[in-house]
């Protein structure tokens, strides 16, 4: 139990353009998910904390304008890059938090490159 | 002042040898949270263990034992009869609170390898 997904799991794109990425609980609910960034050979830093039906919180930093995040679901939180450049490419891992632990299970990350 | 140091930038142990990861933390919480996660080549973050500011035992998981010692703010991850899969990046990883929803705060990690 305790699977999450994200979607894409790699993606290539333009500068320019802008990029979605799916996180998904599959076997439970989530109010809570969280969005971090790794650099390479990095570690992981906190972007935002999503919670279903409400706006996400944004780490000190973090342009809440570029990095869109909606939680329409308990189920499932995206966020999207907007106007992606080289700069954004990272690998993006989500995290979501069952209503019933206080565990949070990590997704398999996003390796975004932007051209 | 980083609230999780992780000093060995790499890290190499002999298989079938035990390996202790050093990681200190920083906090004036009294409830705080500690976790060690694996994470291979392929990005996938992987929970390995918990150690509660009020769990007087040290955790064990398995191979896996948290030395906790919370007067020096340490929280030691030690590996015992290392086998090659345990090849890896490690984090240490402290969240202020014992609330689930609170923010969780990551080291800079410690890569370890296994030598056959």
């Known amino acids: 139990g305790a699977v999450v997904s994200q979607h894409p799991s790699r993606v290539i794109c333009k500068s320019g353009t802008s990029v979605k990425i799916e996180c998904r609980s599959l076997?439970?609910?989530?109010?809570?998910m969280f969005w971090y960034r790794q650099f390479p050979k990095q570690s992981l830093m906190l972007m935002a904390t999503?919670?279903?039906?409400?706006?996400?919180?944004?780490e000190q930093g973090v342009e809440k304008d570029k990095f869109l995040i909606n939680h329409a679901s308990l189920t499932l939180s995206t966020l999207t890059v907007t106007s992606a450049h080289p700069e954004d490419s990272s690998f993006y891992i989500c995290?979501?938090?069952?209503?019933?632990?206080?565990?949070?299970?990590f997704g398999p990350g996003t390796r975004l490159t932007v051209l | 002042a980083q609230k999780i140091t992780q000093t060995q930038p790499g890290m190499f142990v002999q298989e079938k040898e035990a390996v202790t990861l050093d990681c200190t933390y920083d906090?004036?919480?009294?409830?705080?949270?500690l976790f060690w996660y694996k994470q291979p080549s392929s990005g996938e973050m992987i929970f390995l263990i918990y150690?509660?500011?009020?769990?007087?035992q040290n955790a064990t998981e398995g191979r896996y034992s948290l030395n906790f010692q919370k007067a020096r703010k340490s929280a030691n991850l030690v590996i015992s009869a290392s086998q090659l899969g345990d090849s890896a990046m490690y984090f240490c990883?402290?969240?202020?609170?014992?609330?689930?929803?609170?923010?969780?705060?990551f080291g800079i990690g410690t890569k370890l390898q296994v030598i056959p």
């Open positions: 990883a402290m969240r202020e609170g014992l609330e689930g929803y609170q923010k969780v705060t």
């Open positions: 076997d439970f609910q989530a109010t809570t």
């Open positions: 150690q509660g500011s009020y769990d007087e």
């Open positions: 999503s919670n279903e039906g409400s706006k996400a919180t944004y």
């Open positions: 906090t004036s919480d009294q409830s705080y949270g």
């Open positions: 995290s979501a938090l069952p209503i019933t632990s206080d565990e949070q299970f």
